[in-house]
């Protein structure tokens, strides 16, 4: 696991946003920003899934997107290869953060948000996509890359992977 030093702070509201990332795209930059209205610090982790084959490295990942937020102090960017809860329970996170596109990104998530409660109290709050964004994806982007196709439109701007 790769985690930052912050200093922790009892007041604050953290939440954790988990991902593959596979890229970071613009809609899960919709995200960030919009979750930093409900949370005073958001860490986005991504989790590394032996079994799930990607695309970018990991360490690229984790390089573009603190690059990203360089500067930002209310946002952190870690790796961990652990279940969510733990690392959320590790990390002191009040709420985990996950995004909604579609019907089908809603069933899948409610079954996790679900496990994760029960498992250990922890609440997700989901944030609808917003429409301009709904149709990304990090697959659809992979898909894309794959086919020798320009990606840059649905990366945050100067990201490059
Ligand atoms: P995972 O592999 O865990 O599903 P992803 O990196 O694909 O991780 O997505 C992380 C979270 O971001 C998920 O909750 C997903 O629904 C959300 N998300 C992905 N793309 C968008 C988008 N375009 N708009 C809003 N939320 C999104």
Known sequence: ?????????????????????????????????????????????????EGKQCCFPVERRLEEIRALYRGEERIEVVTYQTLTTDIAKQLGA?????????IIDFEYEKTIADINRELTGIETIF???????????????????????????????????
């Open 127 to 161: 944030l609808l996509a917003e429409p301009q964004y709904a149709h990304i994806s990090s697959s659809v982007v992979r898909e894309l890359l794959h086919f020798g196709k320009d990606i840059t439109g649905f990366l945050p701007k100067g990201m490059q992977l």
């Open 1 to 49: 696991m790769n985690v930052g030093t912050k200093t922790d702070n009892k007041h604050e509201r953290i939440a954790l946003f988990p991902g593959s990332f596979d890229p970071f795209t613009i809609g899960h930059q919709s995200l960030v920003k919009r979750g930093l209205e409900l949370a005073d610090r958001i860490i986005i982790a991504i989790g590394i899934n």
């Open 94 to 102: 009040h709420f985990i953060l996950r995004g909604i596109r579609s």
